[in-house]
């Protein structure tokens, strides 16, 4: 056993080691992302904590586009009265489009601003949208 701390890594030629790959302008171009929770991982104020940042960092991301869609009790996140609705607002102000179910609407009683870029659409027209996307972020 050698007790020897000596290094026998060789850097001198400057070799470069790559952690993460480097973003090119296709991994920009657009994401989609699903949300279907007011909440992540767990109802608690620590799930909530952590979508928080899930949606800071998508509204302070560089992607040239985003759509995000909202199931179930994601729509929540429309409703003023959600403590989480200001990080929306700012995601909302980022995004392309927000789309959300018009049954997740119903059944919960969202009520929201309408603007422009929120769009209530079925489920279906909602199924069939995200089937056929390749690049889709869920948040459950």
Do not use: W
């Not at 470069?16 to 608690?44: G, Q, R, W």
């Amino acid at each position: 056993m050698n007790n020897n701390p000596k290094n026998d890594l060789d850097f001198s030629d400057n070799t470069l080691l790559e952690v993460m790959p480097a973003k090119i302008d296709e991994d920009m171009a657009a994401k989609y992302v699903l949300i279907k929770h007011d909440y992540y991982s767990t109802d608690s104020d620590h799930g909530r904590d952590i979508l928080a940042g899930f949606l800071s960092n998508l509204a302070d991301s560089s992607f040239n586009s985003i759509v995000v869609y909202l199931i179930d009790k994601g729509v929540k996140l429309l409703d003023e009265e959600n403590p989480l609705f200001d990080k929306m607002l700012r995601l909302i102000e980022k995004s392309e489009t927000v789309i959300a179910t018009e049954e997740s609407i119903e059944l919960y009683n969202v009520v929201f601003s309408k603007t422009q870029k929120i769009s209530v659409e079925s489920l279906m027209s909602v199924t069939e949208d995200i089937t056929y996307l390749d690049n889709l972020l869920i948040l459950e």
